[in-house]
């Protein structure tokens, strides 16, 4: 379950692999490859790691008030495909 | 603009990367994509492999897929699975299960990030053997069987599609079942020795309809390397994959003497980007190459920008048109509207390239030999060294 008050990261098993688009996401423990669709998308997920929980992370790194919802749900499906976990 | 748009203009570094290891091989399958069958005196070499692995690496190409050839005949293939893994390369390989004893298959399951495909093309021996030689069905099982005792589960078991095996899928998914494999079948392509079979194998178009129906029906449960999007005009279902030719831009081919193809079907001069010796490496080649740019810029539809069917099959396979003598904006040979047939009626001998790798035949060819004296040649302007004598 993704819970975005709590503390996240990138998995440490995913690579992620700059592209024109945003980026490409490699699970290696998976072999699955996944898109990340914006370069602000790229830049939340590295920033996870740095910060408390995932709303502080869209705060810090400027994601628009609009876009928040749809930037949320593309965490819960990397959340849910393992590219980002929480972390203690 | 969307993702899909994004890879026709060409990506940093490959998602699909094939690497064929060897031209060399134990079999000689009629409708090898390659012609393989010797060994290139000109291949690439343990250390040249190792740096073509480090820039894998720097460029972060997740994963290779290593095919031949027979890779595993390679003495130094080990080494190099073992090297890439430990670089961040994963690996998936072809083979035709030759080298995969009880020993090497438990060693396979213990090693992270390897992946192993044994090719069947036929669901009985009497099939397979037929187009793969004889024994191989039966070095095939026994790879399975060797990978299945050492509990490597989910590697993949690989069919190339023919008019012989198309009757065959349930019992090929029954076969991976058995095994704990995941099936994978992909398209055949006249391409290589594919060439000279490819009239009599290809499958029909009522099979092509039958195969069609079977993979919607199964959804991503089969895989297909996104190899049979030509088809997706059959229906209102699209396969799933990404639906576009991904030569050059999200697909290429090295091959074991360095040279870098727009993809593993078009080993010909006209898809020949360069080397992994020249230099700048495979980076400058991926990234530079005059035939890469080209390909990543916008591309015409030619004659079937009309058709109602090209947003869904995008016009198929380049290597597939290109090796039956049919124009790269024209129909694929395969077209579901018929189109292909229609067009191959009109053309000429196709091109055929001039990498063979072929065991030579067996089969005693006459030589004659001339006795008597030199014939008077015919033209004072003979560049016979014989030119002159009476």
Known sequence: MFEPDQPYRCSPRVSLRPEPFGALAYDFSTRRLSFLKTKLLVEVVRALEAQPDVHTTLDAAGVPDGERPSYLKALEGLANTGTIERRD | ?390
């Open chain 2, 1 to 390: 603009m969307k993702l899909v748009e994004h890879f026709k203009e060409g990506l940093n570094s490959p998602i699909c990367l094939t690497w064929e290891l060897t031209y060399a091989c134990n079999l000689s399958c009629v409708h090898c994509l390659s012609s393989s069958g010797r060994r290139d005196p000109r291949e690439l070499s343990t250390a040249e492999c190792k740096a073509v692995i480090d820039e894998l690496q720097r460029m972060q190409v997740f994963y290779v897929n290593i095919g031949g050839g027979e890779p595993t005949v390679r003495s130094d293939f080990w080494e190099l699975v073992e090297y890439a893994v430990a670089h961040q390369v994963g690996v998936k390989f072809s083979t035709n299960g030759v080298k995969l004893t009880p020993e090497r298959a438990r060693w396979l399951a213990a090693t992270d990030y390897v992946d192993v495909q044994i090719s069947l093309d036929g669901a009985t021996a009497e099939v397979n053997d037929v187009v793969r030689g004889p024994g191989s069905y039966d070095t095939a099982i026994r790879a399975m069987t060797n990978l299945r005792d050492a509990g490597f589960r989910d590697f993949k078991l690989s069919v190339v599609m023919t008019r012989q095996n198309v009757g065959q899928l349930d019992d090929f998914a029954r076969i991976a079942d058995e095994y704990g494999a995941q099936l994978r079948i992909t398209r055949l392509r006249p391409s290589g020795r594919g060439a000279d079979v490819w009239d009599e194998l290809h499958p029909t178009a009522e099979q092509q309809l039958e195969l069609y129906d079977w993979l919607v029906a199964r959804g991503e449960k089969v895989l297909t390397g996104d190899s049979f999007f030509h088809l997706n005009a059959l229906g209102s279902d699209p396969l799933p994959g990404l639906n576009l030719c991904g030569a050059g831009r999200v697909v290429c081919l090295i091959d074991p003497v360095g040279d870098v193809y727009a993809c593993p079907f078009a080993i010909h001069q006209e898809f020949l980007a360069g080397n992994v010796r020249d230099e700048g490496g495979f980076a400058t080649v991926w990234t530079d190459s005059e035939l890469f740019t080209r390909l990543r810029g916008p591309q015409t539809g030619g004659t079937c920008t009309s058709c109602s069917a090209y947003d869904a099959c995008q016009g198929g396979c380049m290597a597939a048109k290109f090796f039956t003598g049919l124009p790269l904006d024209g129909p694929d040979p395969e077209c579901v509207k018929g189109n292909g047939e229609r067009a191959l009626a009109t053309v000429g001998a196709a091109p055929r390239s001039d990498v063979d790798h072929s065991h030579r035949k067996s089969r005693k060819v006459p030589v004659s030999i001339g006795f008597g004296p030199p014939s008077r040649p015919d033209r004072a302007c003979d560049t016979s060294p014989l030119a002159g004598l009476r």
